[in-house]
């Protein structure tokens, strides 16, 4: 048996069944689990500290004899004494259970120790009780028989993470020390029966008295704990030498004009949290390197334990980018020529000592540039577009300036070959990022000039608005003017609109923006740009514009949304949305806007996030094309003419070959990301390369309304594929491989064996209704029943009278 603390200022009590199964399967419980893991995953290690601190308290080793404990108020100073059992291990009794605490586990926790516990002996499997994962999700609790010829707690928490192969946590080895509980789905495995009424008299008459002295730490009594001992050693021995040989190096270069004086302490933690972007989150492999160096030997020395300031770093903030000082701590290690491979493909993975701080170096944009550069001689108004641009931020501009002109298109639409009776439009949901000073205002530069017809054609009807509204106060100020006919609120389709626009004046708007073609009433695109992705973040955040956001997801497919409100001057109805924009901004504002706790809603896979490098510098003397202008403008208002249905069969084949090969890797691999990602970037490979394909055969299609696409047409549909595909995966990918690693955790249902399921395991094969009455503890008459219940659902048969044969090994 063991105990329960309700809080950290009351005594212990012993649990129950009752009481155990309470605590662990209480909402609150679960409630505190999930903010908890929450608050680790953004960071917040102090939020994480209080809401672990409000789980369930219990103390698996031992009870506690009555005891005098004085308590203080805090309010009024005044201290009384309370008797109680006071978990304090001066008083302990130990029960003959032993906890280890396996800490920051890489990986799925459940199938480390799935690898662990296969390692294990059948007797040393038996003396396991209760296994489950603690609350922030990546450590164990292992609570299991301790053996007195071992030795004491720690002795057995040695002695069997040695058997288990993992690396214990040796703060816990006091006789008051407990555990938070967590929820009945973080179990791996539990006998309750013998946790909750387990003790074993013999092992806390040997060491209770040495616990009430205060000696809990390690013993060496025997030879074969000696030898246990020595393994432990010389493990750790081995450990060093691996890192003394790999990492000395840099640690050095790293020191370089760092003063230690009076400042260990805060060198070593700095030390050891950037050691985890080469060494990786390893505590033990981390405290072995740092071990090599004099000056942490002697804070060992003086009192400061190493290993804990070690794992402490472990819960910081790990940046997507290695920090200043270790790039260039690794960058002289590399010109002295003394990278080994490990480290020299980690500066591969970083893009880091080639490349410069160059975090876009692992996208192909050399290759990309070339292509679109070959593109430009061949296709209108690339050539002006990509005029004075460095070649790096050629992808941002083609898809840009393609969301604009197909805007543009608003009143042609397409059949894609996944569900070809549909009517596709062309939507658009781009974002270009890139650092501050990076020249994010050459989109904002061609904007102007591709959305003049836009622009135009919406100036009259501001003004229709605006005369309105200026006529409505009239109303209010002159008396003369109320007796007036009454104003009409005018119907216009406005279609480029402002961060800061009203959702209803938003949906009156589109609603208003309809045209006939062909026989069709299609709405025609609302239309948003703005340099600031942060303005169009902060205006979501509330106010008019608190809606954008399901706004801006049902936009890639026009999808419906609709109003119901009781507000007079709302329109109410359903309706479908038909709105494209470009935002251009940076890398951190992409976070606040896309990131791993609203990755699930979609948003990500709509969106094209094209990166903007900062590269390049402003030439003095720049290249100038006088008529560049006038052709983006001429081009905008013949492809603002467009409508009707634009025959697309030839990308049809090129995205769904495109798509298929890919899918069937990610098939192969099993990798559901993958898989999510590839989804809807057949949408942007015609969306991008249409309108510039348009435009080159721009004649074909005004004799009638045909387009004979050839390979150079496919190709750029394949590098639009491309580019998105690669930008998926580097701003999203970690994300989606993230999101369902931890919808695997947080949703996956395990079975929970019954009494009743446990007894019709124990059936034989064939049984009589005898043996079934014996197994199932019941009557004559229950038996009868049940078996008569399990031939109705098909569970067993009858062979011959009073015999039966299962047909299922487990029920359902």
């Known amino acids: 048996m063991f105990c329960y603390q309700r809080s950290f200022s009351s005594a212990t009590e012993v649990v129950t069944k009752e009481l155990f199964r309470a605590l662990i399967t209480a909402p609150q419980t679960f409630s ?11 960071g917040d290690k102090n939020a994480y500290a209080i809401k ?14 009555e005891s005098d404990k004085e308590l203080e108020n805090k309010k009024t100073g005044e201290k009384t004494v309370k008797r109680g059992h006071w978990r304090n291990q001066k008083y302990c009794r130990l029960n003959g259970l032993c906890v280890i605490d396996f800490d920051h586990i890489e990986g799925d926790v459940r199938k480390v120790w799935e690898e662990a516990f296969a390692k294990l002996s059948d007797e040393d499997k038996a003396r396991i009780l209760f296994v489950f994962v603690t609350p922030s999700g990546h450590g164990l609790k292992v609570v299991f028989e301790a053996d007195a010829d071992v030795g004491n707690l720690i002795d057995n928490q040695i002695d069997f993470s040695l058997k288990l192969g993992l690396t214990l946590d040796e703060n816990c080895k006091d006789a008051s020390r407990g555990a938070f509980l967590t929820t009945s789905d973080d179990i791996i495995m539990i006998d309750e029966e013998r946790l909750l009424t387990f003790h074993n008299d013999a092992y806390g008459e040997k060491y209770d008295e040495e616990y009430h002295q205060g000696n809990s730490q390690a013993t060496i009594k025997s030879e074969e704990g000696r030898c246990k001992r020595e393994e432990v050693r010389s493990k750790s021995e081995e450990v060093k030498g691996e890192a003394n040989g790999q990492y000395n190096q840099l640690i050095e270069a790293w020191l370089e004009g760092v003063n230690l004086e009076g400042n260990r302490h805060n060198t070593l933690v700095e030390l050891s949290n950037h050691l985890r972007y080469v060494i990786g989150k390893n505590p033990v492999k981390i405290e072995a390197a740092v071990m090599q160096l004099p000056w942490v030997q002697q804070l060992a020395a003086e009192g400061e334990n190493v290993a804990s300031t070690v794992r402490s770093v472990m ?25 080994n491979s490990q480290l020299s493909t980690l500066n591969s993975q970083f893009s880091i000592l080639n490349s410069q ?8 944009l050399d290759r990309w540039a070339e292509e679109l550069q070959e593109m430009a ?14 070649p790096h931020k050629l992808p941002a501009v083609l898809f840009s300036g393609a969301a604009l002109f197909g805007t543009l298109m608003t009143r042609a639409w397409y059949h894609f070959w996944y569900e070809p009776e549909i009517l596709r439009r062309l939507n658009y949901c781009i974002f270009i990022i890139g650092d501050p000073g990076a020249g994010k205002n050459i989109i904002e530069k061609f904007y102007k000039k591709i959305a003049d017809p836009m622009i135009q054609s919406d100036s009259s009807l501001i003004e229709a608005v605006n005369r309105y509204k200026e006529g409505r106060t009239e109303r209010t100020t002159s008396t003369k003017a109320q007796k007036d006919e009454a104003l009409k609120r005018p119907v216009v389709g406005i279609r480029v609109h402002p961060a800061r626009t009203a959702t209803g004046e938003f949906i009156r708007h589109m609603n208003a923006a309809v045209e006939t073609v062909d026989g069709h009433p299609l709405n025609l695109h609302m239309f948003s740009f703005d340099a600031e992705l942060d303005n169009v973040t902060k205006q979501n955040k509330g106010g008019d514009w608190k809606d954008r956001e399901v706004l801006e997801l049902k936009a890639f497919h026009n999808e419906e949304d609709g109003q119901m409100y009781a507000n007079q001057e709302s329109i109410t109805g359903m309706f479908n949305i038909y709105w494209n924009f470009i935002y251009t901004g940076t890398p951190y504002a992409l976070h606040r806007k896309v990131n791993q706790r609203n990755f699930g809603t979609g948003m990500s896979t709509r969106l094209a996030v094209i990166p903007l490098p900062d590269k390049g510098r402003a030439e003095r003397h720049q290249q100038v094309d006088a008529s560049a202008s006038d052709t983006l403008r001429s081009w905008a208002y013949r492809l603002d003419r467009v409508e009707g249905e634009i025959p697309i069969e030839a990308l049809n084949d090129e995205t769904y070959e495109w798509q298929s090969s890919l899918l069937e890797i990610a098939e192969f691999n099993g990798d559901k990301a993958d898989r999510t990602l590839l989804k809807r970037i057949p949408y942007y490979g015609i969306g991008i390369s249409l309108p510039f394909i348009l435009m080159r055969h721009w004649d074909e299609w005004q004799e009638g309304r045909t387009l004979t696409m050839d390979d150079r047409d496919k190709r750029l549909c394949r590098l639009a594929m491309d580019i998105q595909y ?37 059936l034989p094969e064939e049984f009589k209704t005898q043996q079934f009455m014996e197994t199932f503890g019941c009557s004559q008459p229950a038996a009868s029943r049940a078996i008569a219940r399990f031939q109705k659902d098909g569970v067993v048969e009858v062979v011959k009278y009073s015999l039966y044969r299962k047909l299922v090994s487990e029920l359902p």
């Open 32 to 42: 505190l689990v999930r903010e908890a893991r929450e608050a680790l995953a953004l």
């Open 52 to 65: 672990k601190k409000e789980l369930p308290f219990v103390v698996f080793i031992a009870t506690y004899d």
């Open 315 to 339: 819960e910081f903030k790990y940046h997507e980018h290695m920090p200043k000082k270790l790039r260039e701590a690794l960058a002289k290690v590399e010109a002295q020529g003394i990278v």
């Open 357 to 364: 701080d160059d975090v876009y170096g692992v996208l192909p």
């Open 377 to 390: 001689e061949h296709y209108p108004c690339m050539k002006e577009l990509f005029l004075n641009v460095h």
């Open 726 to 762: 690669r930008c998926q995966h580097f701003f999203f990918g970690e994300m989606a491989h993230n999101y369902f690693e931890n919808q695997n955790k947080e949703f996956v249902q395990h079975r929970r064996s019954s009494r009743y399921d446990a007894c019709f395991r124990k």
